[in-house]
């Protein structure tokens, strides 16, 4: 997510043609652009970051309901 408002922020400050990023090449933007969809696409997939995030919401989810389960209980 960073990546992305970064991405966003660049554009921003490129478009606008804000201090140093007014001679700052497109291309660099673009590259950064590449690197994200890279990163998104193949790259989280190998490393498995993909899955982590998803187990760690169900196990959050499971864990709410069992204290849930146990607190109706008493």
Same mark, same amino acid.
């Given at each position: +997510?960073?990546?992305?408002?970064?991405?966003?922020?660049?554009? !921003?400050? @490129?478009?606008?043609? /804000?201090? @140093? $990023?007014?001679?700052?090449?497109?291309?660099?933007? /673009? !590259?950064? +652009? /590449?690197?994200?969809?890279?990163? $998104?696409?193949?790259?989280? &997939?190998?490393? !498995?970051?993909?899955? &982590?995030?998803?187990? =760690?919401?169900? =196990?959050? @989810? @499971?864990?709410?309901? /069992?204290?849930?389960?146990?607190?109706?209980?008493?």
């Amino acid at each position: +997510m960073p990546l992305i408002v970064l991405i966003a922020a660049l554009i !921003g400050l @490129r478009f606008f043609e /804000v201090w @140093r $990023f007014a001679d700052l090449s497109w291309w660099y933007v /673009v !590259g950064l +652009m /590449v690197f994200a969809f890279i990163w $998104f696409e193949f790259i989280e &997939k190998v490393l !498995g970051l993909d899955k &982590k995030k998803e187990h =760690n919401v169900l =196990n959050s @989810r @499971r864990e709410a309901r /069992v204290k849930q389960a146990f607190d109706k209980k008493r």
